[in-house]
């Protein structure tokens, strides 16, 4: 073989080589690009996690290890393009155990501004489109102004390619997590159960317009908007598709979930809601506590508009019955228990369950932990006690 004829073949070699990485390339901005459309949409979702459309492989992928994505010098670079005076300095070093990292989805950093102010900044995945960040800025500024402690919003940067990525950097709020304060502290329980009730109470006297997830784009122009006209549709968003999965899991039949979905068809109790703002997931990871007062209220990615009470039944589902008690005391004690409470308790409580079955089933597929098993054990008890209420 000629010196000539080696070349063209080396040539036509590289050639395709270099196709086959243009292809690789191409399909992988075009499968973000489906990924970014089903996950900033929130047309069809109940709960966000839960009921983003896509599959368990591709939120394994895109989840599994958040904090991978980022390095130092990258993250103080791109938020420095975005704050105005007050100049990002350093980051403290990641902590997966620190009360920053217990949420599942942004990779949370601690950083510190040129006048020693110290902020967090939210990362989202690379390539992953964030269609909740103006809604959780708005939300947390008007909580804020009537009263709720949370947090003040300094930057939100929304990614424009496939290799960059979306941010927000808010203030550094004081105070310890509860989940971690309730660990050191267990003989306090009782009074951070009321203070928890009093501030989500506070919380639900936010009255907003619409029903379900907000919209992204409107928040960005200073309005919340639920997108749904009325609450039946809200909650009947992804009830389908949580039922299939129970069914699949075998946690369901075909007969109980013909049966649940007529519960949420024409129910007299979901008409004329007055919708008010929902965190949707007021748990102890998400609220900070100072000399026995809420300081904070964190984490507004769930939040939409609807009736009180699922705010507390969504609250239900993540703790032991014992401690409902508590905290509905502190509650009462800021807002009166309207006469249908029990109702519409047991009918919201039925629908979270679905969802947050659904979601740690699915998460189980990809992070099969003690902890994930544990909190599915404890969901089908939840269940049992629902289908047993409505006799399903």
Known sequence: ??????????????????????????????????????????????????????????????????????????IIKYVNRELKDDRLISLFPLDYDAQTSLGNVNSVRVGQLDSGKEIIIRNHPVGIKNGYFHVESLVSEI???????????????DLSSVDDYSFQVIEKLQGMVVKKYLEENPEKEKEVLFEIGKTMARLHRIKVEGFGPFSNEKAKNGQLLGIHSNYELALKAGLDFNCDVLVENNLLNLEQKISIKRLFKNNKLLEDVKPVLIHNDFADWNLLIEDGKITGVLDFDECVAGDPISDIACWSTFFAPERLEGMLEGYWAENSKPNDFEEK?????????????????????????????????????HLSESLKYFNI
């Open 1 to 74: 073989m000629s010196w000539r004829k080696s070349l063209r073949e080396l040539f036509k070699l590289t050639q395709i080589i270099i196709n086959l990485k243009i292809f690789k390339l191409f399909m992988e901005v075009n499968t973000l690009k489906i990924i970014n459309k089903e996950i900033a949409s929130r047309e069809n979702v109940f709960y966000w996690q839960t009921d983003r459309n896509i599959s368990v492989e591709e939120a394994g992928e895109v989840w599994k290890d958040r904090h991978r994505y980022f390095n130092d010098v990258d």
């Open 143 to 157: 909580a804020k102004k009537k009263g709720v402690p949370s947090y003040e919003t300094f930057a939100i940067y």
């Open 345 to 381: 308790f047991e009918l919201f409580r039925l629908r979270y369950v679905l969802s947050k079955m659904t979601l740690r089933l699915r998460r189980y597929n990809w992070q099969p932990t003690e902890f994930m098993k544990g909190m599915i054990e404890k969901g089908t008890v």
